[in-house]
């Protein structure tokens, strides 16, 4: 059992945030502070960008997994296109073997 709290290091980071859920959260904000309380903004935000991120990240990686078979696939075309446009190694004639 800690005898001291483990601090957390935090970035502060600015988001751009609709006109009316910002005076919702004042209002809010003010409403608590009448009340004595303190709203605990933070965890609120860390959770739900806990969530979205973890949705990001997947479909993130979905994206580059499916691009990563485009680029296979491309380059496999190609390769086959040159082999096909490559003459016989073992070939000294330019004409039909006689």
Known sequence: MGVFKEEKEFKRVIFNVEVSI???LEQAKERSRTLGR??????AVDKALEKFLKKAEKKLEEVEEEQEKK???KLKLAEDC???QEPD?????DGPAQ
Do not use: H, P, Y
């Open 38 to 43: 303190k709203l605990d903004v933070d965890t």
């Open 89 to 93: 190694v073992g070939s000294d004639t």
């Open 71 to 73: 680029q296979s696939k």
């Open 82 to 84: 040159t082999a096909e």
């Open 22 to 24: 910002a005076e919702r």
